[in-house]
Every structure is written in C-alpha cells, then in structure tokens.
C-alpha cells in the first residue's frame, strides 16, 4: 500500500485531503469562536438587563469606549434634551418590519450622552422623515441600558440621518463631544414632576440571547475534517490489493509430471 501511496497521483490526493481537513478545522474553530461570542453577550444581557440601575458615572464619565464588560449595563441619569439636534438613523428592524432609530443627545452632568429614544416606522419616500413625539425641553431623569458604538458605514445621507449609531458621525454633526457609549432609553420622567407621561416614540424590543447554531456546526466542520484522509487511504488500499491480485493472476501454476506405475517400478 506504501508504494501506491507513493505514486504522483495518490500524493496529490492526500495533500488536497490535508488541505481540505485542515479548512475544516479552521472554519469549526471560527464558528466554535462565533459561539462563544454569542454565549459572552447572552451572559452580559441576562446579567445586566433586569438588574438595579446604577448612576451613569459610576459606568461612563468621558470619550473612552464603553467596556465590554458594561454593555448592557442599565444605568440612570438626569439632564436635559438637546430636540433640535435629533438625529435618524436609516434601516432598523422593528416588529418585522424597517423604519428609523431616533437618537438625541442629553447634557448631564458627565458629559453629552447619546440617548436612543426609540423607533419609528418609513415615512412615504426616504427623503421625508417620520414625525416624532418631541423631545422634552424641561431637565429629565432617564433609565436605560449601555450600548457600545456602531461601526461606521460611511453612507453618504441627508442631514439629519444617519447609517449607523456611530459616535463620532454623531459627535461631528452635534459639533462637540460625546460619551464613550450610547443609551437605549428604558424609561423618562420629569425631574419635577416624577410619574407624568412623556409621549415618546416606540421602545425597542428586548435583546435576543439565542445562540444560534454556530456550536452545531462546528462539530459538523470538525467531525468532516478527516473524510478526505479517510476515502483516500482506503480508495489506495483498494487499488493496491488490486493491482497484488492481478500479478498473482498472470503466474502459470507449476503442473506436476504424471508418474507411470511402470516408472516407479523401474526406479
């Protein structure tokens, strides 16, 4: 079998099932790493989403990126809206359906904070923006949970607009700095009249926590590494027990000279 395998043709059959084993491993590994992303984010939701609010200070106090550790870490603080610096942002799924985030900055104490107020649906074509309930224009006290900055799309938009929930696109259109994270708002009140209704556009649905099948599929990826080396060895066993046959085939059996009984009389 050795010297089979050692032929041109057999060679370059083994090295593409190496090659093709360890593509195999690799993709497993990237999706074994997707996995244990999804179950770091479930973590952090399920032990931040319902958990007591803590002062936005004690989280995020300057430009630095929100930790990973904090995302989703529900928070509160008081301040004041900045209405006529709302911003949209394009193409945000809602209830099966695509429409536009509504973010505007709030001035607190530790600095200007991005707050995500919620959604709204398309308006009739794409240059017309929905209408909102306004931002409150009196101090307000907001609970919500952190969320890291979004990549940037780098999306040419009409002003007002924007492609994602990048920082410093927003940071530029509102001309000054903002905090390392933005806020998906949970709740408002007034700071002087807690428990009056303030009209707001509709909250976001909760974070999803499935983890998908990305754990499945690597084991499927892992599982299909060593097939190629498999049908490779065997498929080269095969063919030279074959080929050992064959020349035992071609030899002429040695026929045995009949003895006379008058010859072994004479002998």
Do not use: C
């Not at 209408?131 to 900055?149: F, K, N, S, Y």
């Amino acid at each position: 079998m050795l010297r089979t395998l050692l032929t041109r043709r057999w060679l370059t059959a083994l090295a593409l099932a190496v090659l093709f084993a360890v593509v195999a491993v690799l993709l497993g590994n990237w999706q074994y790493s997707r996995h244990e992303d999804r179950v770091a984010a479930r973590d952090r939701v399920e032990a931040n989403y319902d958990a007591d609010p803590v002062p936005l200070e004690d989280v995020l106090s300057g430009p630095s990126p929100l930790a990973p550790s904090a995302e989703w870490t529900r928070v509160r603080t008081t301040g004041t809206y900045v209405a006529g610096d709302q911003l949209f942002v394009r193409n945000r799924p809602h209830g099966g359906t695509f429409g536009y985030e509504v973010l505007v900055p709030l001035e607190t104490a530790q600095g200007t904070l991005a707050v995500d107020r919620g959604w709204a649906p398309n308006a009739e074509n794409a240059a017309t923006l929905p209408e909102v309930p306004p931002a409150p224009d009196e101090q307000v006290v907001v609970t919500g949970w952190l969320r890291p900055a979004e990549e940037d799309l780098d999306r040419g938009l009409p002003a007002g607009q924007l492609a994602s929930i990048n920082l410093e696109t927003m940071s530029e259109q509102w001309d000054r700095p903002v905090l390392g994270g933005y806020l998906i708002l949970e709740s408002e009140e007034y700071a002087g009249a807690p428990g009056a209704v303030i009209d707001r556009p509709l909250p976001l649905a909760e974070p999803r926590t499935g983890l998908g099948a990305h754990f499945a599929y690597s084991l499927q990826w892992w599982l299909t590494a060593p097939v190629g080396l498999v049908l490779v060895l065997v498929m080269a066993r095969r063919e030279s027990r074959e080929a050992q046959d064959d020349q035992g085939g071609d030899a002429r059996p040695v026929q045995r000279k009949k003895v006379r009984i008058w010859d072994e009389e004479d002998g």
